[in-house]
């Protein structure tokens, strides 16, 4: 996901497809740029992503982040990212790459699903109203996007059952936008707050401890409905979660949970 600043990233959008727009693309194993893509990448993993990484591989979130992958301050940003680590050999493979292909396909990271597109955000100065963006560029390697199969950006995300992904994905940049701004003064992101909030975000099994099994529900008011569900809905929690830091860095209210 980029956040476009459309002042500075022309050439970027000169590769959007507008909506209704067709591209071309078939990716199959009789392709001999099979897997090729799944190398040497700067893959960031969402929220979303890793949720379902770790459930696939049945782990607990906090295993998953130990092993998997590497956590990134980027500039001009005040909240880390999180990218997969690439395997040390040669060719850098992706860890989940296998002779046959993906071995975590139907739950692969949401870049992975909307490859060979890449997805942006737009936010609209000043209403700050968020736009999705798709660019189609796929490095000149990717065999795929001289086949004769027709897409558009949303028959695509259908097919690589993506749109709730998307959705997900989209959250996250909401919250992840607000820090542009850096909360944090003299504490830094790696400070006990930017701790939790990263907690909150990505390691949803230790964030459902600390909700339940500390003086956190002595310290937040949680609408019972929603408090039963976060008990055992991952999504619903994780969207409390993002709700959370909201209220917790920003002071932004939210109807479900207010400070006791
Ligand atoms: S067609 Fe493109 S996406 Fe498919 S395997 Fe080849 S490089 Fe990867
Ligand atoms: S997760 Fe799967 S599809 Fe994505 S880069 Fe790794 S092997 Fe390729």
Redesign the pocket.
């Known amino acids: 996901m980029k956040y476009v600043d459309v002042k500075v990233q022309k050439d970027l959008l000169e590769n959007r497809l507008q909506e209704g727009e067709l591209f071309t693309f078939r990716c199959h194993d009789g392709l001999e740029c099979f ?1 090729k ?2 190398r040497n ?1 700067n ?1 960031f993993l969402y929220p979303y992503d890793v949720l379902q990484l770790k459930n696939r591989l049945n782990i607990y979130s906090d295993q998953f982040l130990g092993s998997y992958v590497d956590i990134v301050l980027r500039e001009s940003n005040f909240f880390p990212d999180v990218l ?1 680590r690439m395997s040390e050999n040669a060719e850098k493979t ?4 296998n002779d046959s ?5 139907p739950d ?2 949401d ?2 699903r909307t490859f060979p597109l890449e997805q942006g955000i737009l936010f609209q100065e000043p209403s700050g109203k968020a736009t999705d963006l798709y660019f189609f560029k796929p490095p000149d390697f990717c065999l795929g996007q001289y086949e004769s199969q027709e897409w558009t950006t949303e028959t695509w995300s259908e097919n690589q059952g993506a749109v709730f992904y998307h959705e997900m994905t989209a959250k996250w940049s909401e919250v992840k936008a607000l820090f542009h701004a850096d909360p944090w003064g003299r504490e830094g992101p790696n400070g006990p707050k930017g701790k939790m909030a990263f907690m909150a975000a990505y390691n949803l099994d230790k964030f459902r401890d600390f909700v339940f099994h500390s003086t956190f529900l002595k310290r937040y008011k949680v609408k019972a409905d929603v408090l039963k569900k976060i008990k055992t809905d991952d999504v619903a929690l994780m969207k409390f979660g993002f709700g959370w830091i909201k209220l917790f860095i920003w002071g932004i209210k939210q109807t479900y949970l207010k400070k006791r």
């Open positions: 897997t893509c799944c990448l893959l997969l992706c860890p989940f790459l292909g993906c071995k975590v396909y692969r990271p870049t992975c």
